[in-house]
């Protein structure tokens, strides 16, 4: 029974993106993969499909409830994700987050160059999700949260007036990505519809590679400055030099081709700072 009860959702949540989904299928992922049919994921909610010509779904507590199938809440500590066959409860699977230490840093240093509230948004249980944010130093946590109602907490901080950059990586976060002012999804584990609505892409599922982005972003904005400035100085110099009767055309010409190659090499000191920053 506990075979064929693991069987069914590793089976069922191959088909997912979902960060926890990919968990359970890589748990056993020396299984073969069997041929379902009906297959529906409802966002923030679960999986369901016909397997073997049995009515499989998996999902969270307000899956089951939506299905009429009477669950029991585990006492351990981890997001459930709950299984029934053919209207029968049958047991549910515990994931439980592991704190990266580079998260718990990322976060620190995010504050550290001016970022004012880091806000955790998530569909896991309120005691998971405020453990995981006592752990990595988070501001302020939601949890039991649908897509919609991320999208709503978007939505009133970005009305308040805020600059709101929002990362995530499954589907579900697809619609506050392309909310939020600045959409990040982790490219590595995240679904294409979140890789799709976003403005940044990590090609490393590491958070401190938003600090990285962060440094090399403001980096740049300092480089452009310094172009901008120096390019219409030298320009207007050079015209007024022109009006009084003092510029030749090499001088013009170093003024309009010159100033672009200076630009040019300035640029390209942002890829030694790139590389220091890796």
């Known amino acids: 029974m506990e075979e064929e009860f693991v069987r069914y959702g590793v089976q069922l949540e191959r088909h997912s993106n979902h960060p926890i989904a990919r968990a359970i299928a890589n748990y056993r992922s020396e299984l073969a993969q069997e041929e379902l049919t009906d297959f529906t994921e409802k966002a923030g909610y679960g999986l369901s499909a016909t397997l073997e010509g049995k009515k499989v779904i998996a999902g969270n507590e307000r899956f ?26 049958w047991g549910c699977l515990i994931v439980a987050d592991v704190v990266k230490e580079e998260s718990k840093e990322a976060i620190a240093k995010l504050k550290e160059q001016g970022i004012k509230k880091v806000i955790m948004l998530t569909g896991d249980k309120k005691e998971v999700a405020q453990y995981i944010g006592s752990q990595v130093g988070v501001d302020q946590v939601y949890a039991e949260l649908l897509p919609q109602d991320k999208v709503h907490q978007v939505e009133k901080l970005i009305n308040e007036g805020n600059k709101v950059a929002f990362v995530g990586d499954g589907i579900n976060d697809a619609p506050v990505l392309a909310l939020a002012d600045v959409g990040i999804a982790m490219g590595g584990i995240g679904s294409d519809a979140a890789v799709e609505a976003s403005d940044i892409v990590l090609m490393q599922d590491n958070l401190k590679q938003i600090n990285k982005g962060i440094e090399i972003a403001k980096y740049t904005k300092l480089i452009v400055k310094q172009n901008i400035i120096f390019a219409l100085g030298t320009k207007f110099l050079v015209m007024i030099l022109g009006i009084c009767g003092f510029a030749n055309m090499w001088l013009a010409v170093f003024a309009d081709v010159g100033v672009s190659i200076i630009a040019i090499l300035n640029a390209i000191r942002i890829l030694p700072k790139h590389g220091k920053m890796k």
Do not use: C, F, R
């Open 64 to 89: 089951m409830e939506m299905n009429n199938i009477a669950y029991k809440v585990p006492k351990m500590l981890g997001t459930s994700v709950h299984i029934a066959v053919d209207g029968e409860y």
